[in-house]
């Protein structure tokens, strides 16, 4: 008897919609969180899975195709009548998933629908919603956050706008139950979905059949619905995100601001007109080790002052000084040496520095940065400007070979 052929891993089509209309935060799709946009993160996610056989982004826009392209997805240019204000999620969903079966030639067992607007889905969650469909038996599964509170329902009476007469939804407001006495519950997140692939062509919408909730961390459960919403999660980021410093293996050059990174922000200037700065030893040793690992080095100041170009010399480094627009300076730069800007580590301590921010992969902020630094910083350091930053960074890149 000859061994019967391995069964095939089920396919797993990943669509994450995402339109360029948005009214409430223009761009929103392409709004950096941490240094890497929400289309980048969502992509990200998804790409992290082993159990993922593709993940497609369906938009209407160029900016948010290319942004999507450049994170490793692959892009349906969906149709202006399904990116209108009234177009149903499950409608680009139907229509991406026509389009990536019919490219493919292979019919999808499971579609996972990724929202790009909640900032914090991970890895964890997509697998976690794959296989409540794979391995557990349900024909849909959602992301929820464990929920305890009690939840009212209001209706207005008319002219008193500002009172609402509410009533117990999820609770007898007579009776007060401990929380371990009460039934389960759970928030739908909006971050992911997956489903049945035939049972969604059939019921046309993302619950049906035998319905999972997938417990997420609450504390990573947020999504983005208007300007506040992403001020929160910028500001969050550090804290829920709180990951190891990229080391040698996630960079390949590295970019530093001068003044408040590689000083402390301060001048001393003499009668004459001379200015003076005080930088740190040990960024000196650590632009040194930097340079003998083989990691570019470039320094890039808005400002054009004889100490930058001094420095940049006993450095041996280059630089690029004089310029308001440091970010078209970085692109042009890293486009010429030929190095990935996801690459890229760039340190800085202030908002002219937030455009950089947005080109490369790894956005460094100075403990003492500007607060909205550190909110769009994917990470902090532990050095204050001119207290050795540079240093701490190759630490951080080059371990023990320091």
């Given at each position: 008897?000859?061994?019967?052929?391995?069964?095939?891993?089920?396919?797993?089509?990943?669509?994450?919609?995402?339109?360029?209309?948005?009214?409430?935060?223009?761009?929103?799709?392409?709004?950096?969180?941490?240094?890497?946009?929400?289309?980048?993160?969502?992509?990200?996610?998804?790409?992290?899975?082993?159990?993922?056989?593709?993940?497609?982004?369906?938009?209407?826009?160029e900016p948010i195709a290319a942004e999507a392209r450049r994170h490793g997805a692959d892009v349906v240019i969906r149709p202006a009548e399904l990116a209108s204000d009234t177009a149903t999620s499950e409608s680009a969903l139907l229509h991406a998933l026509d389009t990536v079966e019919e490219q493919d030639g292979v019919a999808a067992d499971v579609l996972l629908f990724v929202q790009a607007t909640?900032?914090?889905?991970?890895?964890?969650?997509?697998?976690?919603?794959?296989?409540?469909?794979?391995?557990?038996?349900?024909?849909?599964?959602?992301?929820?956050?464990?929920?305890?509170?009690?939840?009212?329902?209001?209706?207005?009476?008319?002219?008193?706008?500002?009172?609402?007469?509410?009533?117990?939804?999820?609770?007898?407001?007579?009776?007060?139950?401990?929380?371990?006495?009460?039934?389960?519950?759970?928030?739908?997140?909006?971050?992911?979905?997956?489903?049945?692939?035939?049972?969604?062509?059939?019921?046309?919408?993302?619950?049906?059949?035998?319905?999972?909730?997938?417990?997420?961390?609450?504390?990573?459960?947020?999504?983005?619905?208007?300007?506040?919403?992403?001020?929160?999660?910028?500001?969050?980021?550090?804290?829920?995100?709180?990951?190891?410093?990229?080391?040698?293996?996630?960079?390949?050059?590295?970019?530093?601001?001068?003044?408040?990174?590689?000083?402390?922000?301060?001048?001393?200037?003499?009668?004459?007109?001379?200015?003076?700065?005080?930088?740190?030893?040990?960024?000196?040793?650590?632009?040194?080790?930097?340079?003998?690992?083989?990691?570019?080095?470039?320094?890039?100041?808005?400002?054009?002052?004889?100490?930058?170009?001094?420095?940049?010399?006993?450095?041996?480094?280059?630089?690029?000084?004089?310029?308001?627009?440091?970010?078209?300076?970085?692109?042009?730069?890293?486009?010429?040496?030929?190095?990935?800007?996801?690459?890229?580590?760039?340190?800085?301590?202030?908002?002219?520095?937030?455009?950089?921010?947005?080109?490369?992969?790894?956005?460094?902020?100075?403990?003492?940065?500007?607060?909205?630094?550190?909110?769009?910083?994917?990470?902090?350091?532990?050095?204050?400007?001119?207290?050795?930053?540079?240093?701490?960074?190759?630490?951080?890149?080059?371990?023990?070979?320091?």
């Open positions: 008897m000859s061994p019967s052929a391995p069964a095939a891993d089920p396919v797993v089509i990943a669509v994450i919609p995402a339109r360029g209309g948005s009214k409430g935060i223009p761009g929103k799709n392409v709004a950096p969180v941490a240094g890497v946009s929400l289309i980048g993160r969502a992509v990200r996610a998804c790409l992290g899975s082993g159990r993922v056989t593709r993940v497609v982004v369906s938009t209407d826009a909640s900032p914090f889905l991970s890895t964890v969650d997509i697998d976690g919603v794959v296989s409540a469909v794979l391995d557990g038996g349900a024909d849909s599964a959602f992301t929820a956050s464990p929920f305890h509170g009690f939840v009212w329902r209001g209706t207005r009476e008319e002219g008193r706008v500002e009172v609402a007469r509410a009533e117990g939804v999820n609770h007898d407001s007579a009776e007060r139950l401990r929380r371990q006495d009460r039934p389960e519950e759970f928030l739908e997140t909006g971050a992911a979905y997956a489903m049945r692939a035939a049972g969604f062509r059939a019921k046309n919408h993302r619950f049906f059949g035998n319905v999972a909730a997938v417990p997420v961390d609450p504390a990573r459960t947020l999504e983005i619905d208007d300007p506040s919403d992403l001020d929160r999660a910028r500001a969050l980021a550090p804290l829920v995100e709180a990951g190891p410093f990229p080391t040698r293996a996630d960079v390949d050059a590295v970019v530093l601001d001068f003044d408040g990174t590689q000083t402390d922000d301060r001048v001393w200037i003499d009668a004459d007109g001379h200015e003076t700065v005080v930088v740190n030893r040990g960024d000196g040793m650590g632009v040194s080790r930097l340079r003998a690992a083989g990691i570019p080095v470039l320094i890039l100041s808005s400002e054009t002052n004889p100490v930058v170009a001094a420095r940049a010399r006993k450095l041996q480094v280059p630089v690029i000084q004089g310029t308001l627009t440091k970010d078209a300076e970085l692109r042009k730069w890293y486009e010429t040496e030929g190095i990935d800007p996801d690459r890229i580590l760039y340190a800085g301590n202030d908002v002219n520095d937030l455009p950089c921010f947005e080109l490369v992969g790894w956005p460094v902020a100075v403990a003492d940065a500007h607060d909205i630094v550190r909110e769009r910083a994917r990470v902090v350091t532990t050095s204050r400007g001119g207290h050795g930053v540079v240093r701490e960074i190759a630490a951080h890149l080059l371990g023990k070979a320091l």
